[in-house]
């Protein structure tokens, strides 16, 4: 599957010519004129790389960084700023909102291309985390004194789909306890429930992973990972 990119810039020619470079290294780039539907995308949908004209109709690239960063599911995508200044206070003010790298006007197509193969490290990063991989384990899902059985359906660094008798709630903060390996104590996750399909799959977001629980997925993910691609 390829990187799937949007690009927000209010010049209807130069957001062409960015989508048309982004797609010519072989990503699924989607460009937007409007930073308003812009905005609502970004809530629903998921970007592996966000290109963000700095200075258009509100909400600008400042604030629309800001929002993506402060919603869940583009939390950590990196955020190119697309802008013709190179004032250091503006920039500091992008830093700050969570903006990653800059892309500056006047604008060419080797430029974008250097861009890309900077920005592409921490896209497969984001990727990764994202990218889910179908593995049927054990689990049981904890509430309180509240407790489902059933299998996992798919698992990735950031959440698990499973499968169970019945569901909780979307909203709630649950247990998880997996068997990641037959005979091995199973690990045990926060996890909240995002949503729910039909009256037994419950999609569920990892919280607050500490260092040991992560890496310990990763490992587990990581050749399961390479052997789907």
């Given at each position: 599957m390829s990187n799937k990119i949007l690009i927000v810039e209010d010049?209807?020619?130069?957001?062409?010519?960015?989508?048309?470079?982004?797609?010519?290294?072989?990503m699924d780039a989607d460009g937007m004129t409007d930073s308003s539907k812009a905005a609502i995308r970004l809530k629903h949908e998921k970007f592996d790389a966000v290109f963000l004209d700095i200075r258009m109709p509100p909400p600008d690239g400042i604030e629309l960084t800001k929002r993506?960063?402060?919603?869940?599911?583009?939390?950590?995508?990196?955020?190119?700023?697309?802008?013709?200044?190179?004032?250091p206070g503006l920039m500091a003010r992008a830093f700050q909102a969570g903006a990653n790298?800059?892309?500056?006007?006047?604008?060419?197509?080797?430029?974008?291309?250097?861009?890309?193969?900077i920005a592409q490290g921490p896209i497969e990063r984001e990727r990764r985390r994202f990218r889910r991989v179908k593995v049927n384990r054990k689990v049981s899902i904890q509430?309180?004194?509240?407790?489902?059985?059933?299998?996992t359906l798919d698992l990735s660094l950031n959440g698990i789909m499973v499968q169970v008798n019945r569901t909780f709630p979307v909203g709630l903060l649950v247990q998880v306890n997996v068997e990641l390996l037959p005979?091995?104590?199973?690990?045990?996750?926060?996890?909240?429930?995002?949503r729910l399909i039909g009256k037994d799959c419950m999609g569920l977001q990892l919280e607050n992973l500490r260092g040991d629980e992560s890496e310990k997925l990763q490992n587990f993910l990581a050749p399961l990972m390479a052997e789907a691609q």
């Open positions: 010049d209807p020619a130069l957001c062409e010519l960015i989508r048309e470079v982004v797609s010519s290294a072989g993506i960063r402060s919603l869940r599911l583009n939390q950590s995508t990196p955020i190119v700023i697309i802008t013709g200044e190179k004032d790298l800059f892309l500056f006007k006047p604008v060419d197509r080797l430029q974008i291309l250097k861009l890309i193969r509430l309180g004194e509240d407790r489902l059985d059933g299998k005979g091995m104590p199973p690990v045990c996750w926060a996890a909240k429930v995002m």
